[in-house]
């Protein structure tokens, strides 16, 4: 079982430059969610999707786009990457249903470097 | 802007001692959540306590929550190396989110 996966697991970009970042769930969980961690300000939400077909912005969603390809998947694309969103990505997926609780799972994150 | 922030920032303490760190928030929420992360990992969750609980027991961690002072508390008892790590605390509005604080390093010290 192999949870979240995410990849890829480091990129090197330069500025201007656009990637896009999966990330795949193998719990049939119906909410996924993209995090960035930057050194002593924890998680911040960018965008998540409660459900297979919807998507909604998180707390710091400017300079980037996320498609929910499906159930499984959901990827966070960078348009034009500036060196401010040199971070570390983190993918997460959960059940909110299951007695109305909403434990994420956690992917081990894409390190990104933008130039 | 983050719900929860927690106290102390950073804690060292020696293997077999207790490890206590403290979670505040803001606004109303249905449960509270307490996870680990390793060094270069993601995170894993550790516990959740509902808004209507005060208390609660997953091993060598205890949980506390007081709904009146907005706080939290998560209390790991007789540390090892092995728990050295990054603690975050995370609010659920039931909104689909989780708002995450900034952690707490904590080093055990051998």
């Known amino acids: 079982n192999a949870g979240v996966t995410q990849t890829p697991k480091f990129q090197v970009l330069k500025t201007g430059q656009s990637m896009t970042l999966q990330c795949a769930q193998d719990m049939n969980h119906n909410s996924m969610y993209w995090y960035r961690q930057d050194p002593g300000m924890g998680l911040r939400l960018i965008y998540y999707s409660a459900s297979e077909g919807t998507t909604d912005k998180g707390e710091v969603p400017n300079g980037y786009n996320v498609s929910r390809l499906n159930k499984r998947e959901f990827s966070l694309r960078l348009e034009s990457a500036a060196p401010s969103q040199t971070s570390v990505y983190f993918c997460?997926?959960?059940?909110?249903?299951?007695?109305?609780?909403?434990?994420?799972?956690f992917g081990a994150g894409t390190r990104l470097s933008v130039l | 802007s983050q719900q929860g922030e927690e106290d102390p920032q950073a804690l060292s303490i020696q293997e077999g001692e207790n490890a206590t760190m403290n979670c505040s928030y803001k606004t109303s929420i249905n449960n509270l959540q307490w996870y680990r992360q390793n060094s270069g990992r993601g995170l894993v969750h550790l516990i959740l306590i509902r808004s209507n609980e005060r208390e609660k027991h997953s091993g060598r961690l205890r949980v506390t929550l007081d709904t009146s002072k907005k706080s939290s508390s998560l209390l790991i008892t007789a540390s090892r190396a092995a728990d050295t790590a990054s603690y975050f605390c995370a609010t659920d509005g039931n909104d689909y989110k989780l708002s995450f604080g900034a952690g707490t390093t904590v080093t055990v010290r051998a």
């Open positions: 997460a997926s959960s059940d909110p249903s299951q007695g109305a609780k909403n434990i994420q799972y």
